[in-house]
Structure formats: structure tokens, C-alpha cells
């Protein structure tokens, strides 16, 4: 059984689309084992396949790029 990663941006993403993970792939140009290595981490999506996730979840390609230099120093 596949075992999410919760803070994977592209499934953060997916699921504040309210998309489970077999119904993006419908509209996305690659399969379910695709997307779940992405959001396993196993994988990074070509740019292509990045833009076709943030085009389908209402977001910015910049969305699953963490910006540097946003941690908080304690």
C-alpha cells in the first residue's frame, strides 16, 4: 500500500485541489505510479509534468519549489 508523505508540495498541493490521487491522473499526462513517486520523493517531475500539476491543482509552478531562506532562525 502507498504511504504519503505529508509535506510533499506537490501532494499539499493535490490535496488542497481536493483531488485524490486517481482522479488528477485522468487529467494529468502520466499514471497513478507516477504521481505517487513524486509525492514519495522517489522522483522529481519534469518541468512539463510540473506545470500540467500546478495548472490542474489552481496553483504556481513555484508552489513545489520551497523558497531558500524562509526558515526561522530560533
Known amino acids: ?8 508540495p506537490y501532494q499539499q498541493a493535490r490535496n488542497r ?3 485524490t490521487q ?3 491522473v485522468e487529467q494529468l ?3 497513478l505510479r507516477t504521481l505517487q513517486s513524486y509525492e514519495a520523493g522517489k522522483r ?6 510540473a ?3 500546478a495548472k490542474l ?3 504556481s509552478v513555484n508552489c ?3 523558497q531558500e531562506g524562509t526558515e526561522k532562525n530560533g
Do not use: R, V
Request: hydrophobic share 35%; aromatic share 24%.
Open 44 to 49: 522529481q517531475p519534469k518541468f512539463d509534468y
Open 51 to 53: 506545470f500540467a500539476m
Open 64 to 66: 513545489f519549489f520551497p
Open 57 to 59: 491543482y489552481g496553483c
Open 22 to 24: 486517481e482522479k488528477a
Open 29 to 31: 499526462p502520466f499514471e
Open 1 to 8: 500500500m502507498y504511504h504519503p508523505h505529508k509535506n510533499n
Open 17 to 19: 485541489a481536493g483531488l
